[in-house]
């Protein structure tokens, strides 16, 4: 048996994959200092909805957690008032 924390073959782990250390991007709200999204400016809001329909995170969008959250009650509810489309068709 091998000693703990040793792997058999000699073989080490592989360092950690990984090209972050990016620059964050900045929240477009509050850069603009915008309170509250809009639901009816859809054309802000098609920023932050994919090709597909599907609403983008904050990752890929660079919002902060309070505008993003913001933004998917806006889109949803300019969907419902079909200003934006569920899906792409």
Known sequence: ???KGKQQGGRSRRPPQGGGGGRRKS???CKDKIDEV???NYNQ???YVSEKGKIR???ITGACRR???QVAVAVKRAREMAL???VSG
């Open 57 to 59: 995170s904050r990752r």
């Open 67 to 69: 505008h993003q959250e």
């Open 84 to 86: 934006l489309p569920y």
């Open 27 to 29: 929240c477009y709200f």
């Open 1 to 3: 048996m091998a000693p």
């Open 45 to 47: 809001l098609r920023r």
């Open 38 to 40: 809009d639901y009816k």
